[in-house]
């Protein structure tokens, strides 16, 4: 038994269904983690192996991402309508006939083509995997298969570019995708134990999708993501012209929800403050995870002198953590409670990202790791307690859309927080190049960064606060 099963045993129900639909769940959430990370380190021997340029072939990587992004929420939400174990057998068999037309592929446009097919199928196991978790989980037992997610999500993307560069050193670059044909047929027999989500599916949608609204949320997410991508935290005239289409395509989307008899995202659902400033949170806070991962190889690179390979280490202390703390941070969420592991998990954080500049000058390189590891710890028990709590506040029949939007708020949070902390630890550096920094520029730049990251931290923690006294007065006339 691997160690997805054995804890997939120790976090669902007694039932053998139960259990084989937990290691499902796990097993797609960990293919579309895999999926995200593992194309990187191919990309030099891509440019060769397809004589393209390095430009070019990073849309093999950015194309998945938009995939993901521009498609999370529609998908979450057809699964609300056909019913969410029919569409995780779909989306697992997308991904895995994409992985095998990835392999296959003959030229550039070819490979990126099927890797925005293949981002499509693991949009619909990131929205469906949390969405099934009420069906398959008992309720007191949601935080730590919520923190079993996260840890499976987190090793995913830590495993992606040292496995990737293994198998490019044994078969070439095809074998990256190939080792995705066994997992996908083997989350497919294990996704076969799910139970049914609604047992309307057997009879198809019975409100109409709104595919309006699907197109236009999926042009305006897709705007912003090359935007954010492509400018990389400066505003030039395509970028801006990108910034501009998305603002116009959000009012727009906004304007036609209001309108809709059947909306894709009612938006009378963000007055609920659990949900929208669960939303809001997981966006400030993942931009701040991905603070670490933009700033840490340039800082580590400059003030301490680390190669490319010692750099790397370094920096995969970080998914270690989330990968070792995930588990208890999902126990500690089921034992005490959501909303006081929320503001547990963001005073770790900020306590973090505010002492590590001067943790780092103080102690050198193990004081920059155990601060890392203090923000990461953070935010896993962060993550398991509030998609736990997202997650069993949302209606049965909304939480594949509710999923969807919690994963679209941390892909957002991610894509934005590359852009804008670069950026600032740029600004903080007073230098437009990043990669030649002297080691006094280095620390400026990371005392700037992650002085506006603990900010973050410090806005999500007053969403929180908000959020729990907000909670706390609707409680007793729920109960009258």
């Given at each position: 038994?691997?160690k997805v099963?054995?804890?997939a045993w120790?976090?669902?129900?007694q039932?053998a ?24 380190v191919?990309l030099?021997?891509l440019?060769?192996a397809?004589?393209?340029?390095f430009q070019a072939?990073?849309w093999v990587?950015?194309?998945?991402l938009l995939a993901i992004t ?6 979450g939400?057809?699964?609300?309508l ?14 895995t ?30 929205a ?5 978790v009420?069906?398959?989980v ?8 919520m923190?079993l997610?996260?840890?499976?999500s987190?090793?995913?993307?830590a495993?992606?570019p040292?496995?990737g560069g293994m198998?490019?050193a044994?078969?070439?670059w ?5 080792i995705?044909l066994p997992?996908?047929?083997a989350?497919?027999?294990l996704?076969?134990?799910c139970?049914?989500a ?23 997410l ?20 990108l910034?501009?289409?998305a603002v ?14 059947a909306?894709?995202?009612s938006?009378?659902?963000f ?5 929208s400033?669960g939303?809001?949170m ?6 701040v995870v991905?603070a670490?991962l933009?700033?840490?190889p340039?800082?580590?690179a400059?003030?301490?002198g ?8 370094v920096?995969?202390s ?14 500690l969420?089921?034992r005490?409670?959501?909303q006081?592991?929320i503001l547990a ?28 590891a203090?923000?990461t710890?953070?935010y896993?028990l962060?993550?398991?307690?509030n998609n736990?709590a997202v997650?069993t ?6 939480r594949g859309l509710?999923?969807g939007?919690?994963?679209l708020s941390r ?8 852009a ?10 007073a230098?437009p190049d ?7 520029a280095?620390?400026?730049g990371?005392?700037?960064a992650?002085?506006v ?5 410090l806005a ?10 907000a ?6 006339l729920?109960a009258?």
């Amino acid at each position: 038994m691997n160690k997805v099963d054995h804890a997939a045993w120790a976090i669902a129900p007694q039932d053998a269904t139960g259990r084989w639909a937990m290691a499902s769940l796990s097993l797609s959430m960990l293919m579309s983690s895999l999926g995200t990370s593992i194309a990187n380190v191919a990309l030099p021997t891509l440019a060769q192996a397809l004589d393209a340029s390095f430009q070019a072939v990073q849309w093999v990587v950015l194309a998945y991402l938009l995939a993901i992004t521009s498609t999370i929420v529609g998908v979450g939400r057809l699964g609300d309508l056909m019913g969410r174990r029919r569409l995780l057998l779909a989306g697992i068999t997308v991904f895995t006939l994409a992985s095998a037309l990835c392999s296959a592929a003959p030229d550039l446009g070819w490979l990126i083509a099927a890797r925005g097919l293949q981002g499509v199928g693991a949009a619909t196991m990131m929205a469906l995997t949390l969405a099934l978790v009420g069906e398959v989980v008992p309720k007191e037992r949601t935080g730590r298969a919520m923190g079993l997610l996260g840890t499976l999500s987190a090793v995913g993307t830590a495993l992606g570019p040292t496995l990737g560069g293994m198998l490019i050193a044994v078969g070439g670059w095809e074998a990256i995708f190939l080792i995705q044909l066994p997992l996908g047929v083997a989350a497919l027999i294990l996704a076969q134990h799910c139970p049914p989500a609604d047992p309307r599916s057997a009879g198809g949608p019975s409100q109409p999708f709104d595919k309006t609204g699907m197109v236009l949320l999926a042009l305006t997410l897709a705007a912003y993501a090359l935007a954010m991508t492509l400018g990389r935290g400066r505003v030039g005239f395509a970028n801006g012209v990108l910034l501009l289409a998305a603002v116009g395509g959000g009012g727009l989307f906004a304007w036609h929800e209001a309108r809709a008899k059947a909306p894709l995202v009612s938006l009378a659902m963000f007055r609920q403050i659990a949900l929208s400033g669960g939303f809001a949170m997981s966006a400030l806070v993942t931009a701040v995870v991905m603070a670490s991962l933009v700033v840490g190889p340039f800082y580590l690179a400059s003030a301490f002198g680390l190669d490319a390979m010692r750099v790397g280490l370094v920096m995969s202390s970080g998914p270690l953590v989330a990968a070792l703390s995930g588990l208890p941070a999902g126990r500690l969420v089921d034992r005490l409670g959501a909303q006081g592991m929320i503001l547990a998990g963001l005073g770790a954080m900020a306590l973090g990202a505010f002492t590590l500049p001067a943790l780092s000058a103080r102690f050198g390189l193990p004081g920059s790791v155990g601060a890392l590891a203090v923000i990461t710890a953070g935010y896993a028990l962060f993550q398991a307690a509030n998609n736990t709590a997202v997650m069993t506040c949302s209606r049965a029949d909304q939480r594949g859309l509710v999923s969807g939007l919690v994963n679209l708020s941390r892909n957002l949070g991610l894509i934005t927080g590359a852009a804008f902390m670069g950026a600032v630890f740029a600004f903080g550096a007073a230098t437009p190049d990043i990669t030649a920094l002297t080691p006094q520029a280095a620390a400026s730049g990371l005392t700037v960064a992650f002085a506006v990251a603990g900010g973050f931290v410090l806005a999500a923690l007053l969403i929180a606060v908000l959020s729990h006294l907000a909670t706390r007065r609707t409680q007793p006339l729920r109960a009258e």
